[in-house]
C-alpha cells in the first residue's frame, strides 16, 4: 500500500505559477504509476497527467499540455506537477493517485490510492 499528501495548491492570479507536491509513503514508490487529477464540485474528477513508474513516460490532457509539467523523484518519494500559466478553469482540488498497475491512465477507476486533495484556486 501506500499514502499520498499533497500540498502546495493556493490562491493566484491568472498568469502565475504554481507547483504541487505529492509524498508518498513506502519503501516501494517506484513501482507505481502516478498521476494528477482534478475535481470541480459536481462534476467528474479529470485526467491531467500521468509519469511511469520510473518517469521516463509522461501524458497530459491536452487542455494542460504546453503548461504543466509532471515529475517524480523516486529517491525522495515525491511526484510533483509544476504548473505555469495558469487559467481561472485551472481552478479545482487537485488530487495525486498511484496504482500498480494502470489499464488507463486517463480514467480515475484505473488507480487505487488517492490522496486527499488540495485546493487551487486562479482569479482573473
Known amino acids: 500500500q501506500v499514502q499520498l499528501v499533497e500540498s502546495g495548491g493556493g490562491l493566484v492570479q491568472a498568469g502565475d505559477s504554481l507547483r504541487l507536491s505529492c509524498a508518498a509513503s513506502?519503501?516501494?514508490?517506484?513501482?507505481?504509476?502516478m498521476g494528477w487529477f482534478r475535481q470541480v464540485l459536481g462534476k467528474e474528477r479529470e485526467f491531467v497527467a500521468v509519469?511511469?513508474?520510473?518517469?521516463?513516460?509522461?501524458y497530459y490532457s491536452d487542455s494542460v499540455k504546453g503548461r504543466f509539467t509532471i515529475s517524480r523523484d523516486n529517491a525522495k518519494n515525491m511526484m510533483y506537477l509544476q504548473m505555469n500559466s495558469l487559467k481561472p478553469e485551472d481552478t479545482a482540488v487537485y488530487y495525486c493517485?498511484?496504482?500498480?498497475?494502470?489499464?488507463?491512465?486517463?480514467?480515475?477507476?484505473?488507480?487505487?490510492?488517492w490522496g486527499q486533495g488540495t485546493q487551487v484556486s486562479v482569479s482573473s
Open positions: 493517485a498511484a496504482d500498480l498497475h494502470v489499464t488507463t491512465w486517463s480514467s480515475p477507476r484505473s488507480y487505487d490510492y
Open positions: 509519469i511511469g513508474k520510473s518517469g521516463g513516460i509522461t
Open positions: 513506502g519503501r516501494t514508490f517506484s513501482t507505481y504509476v
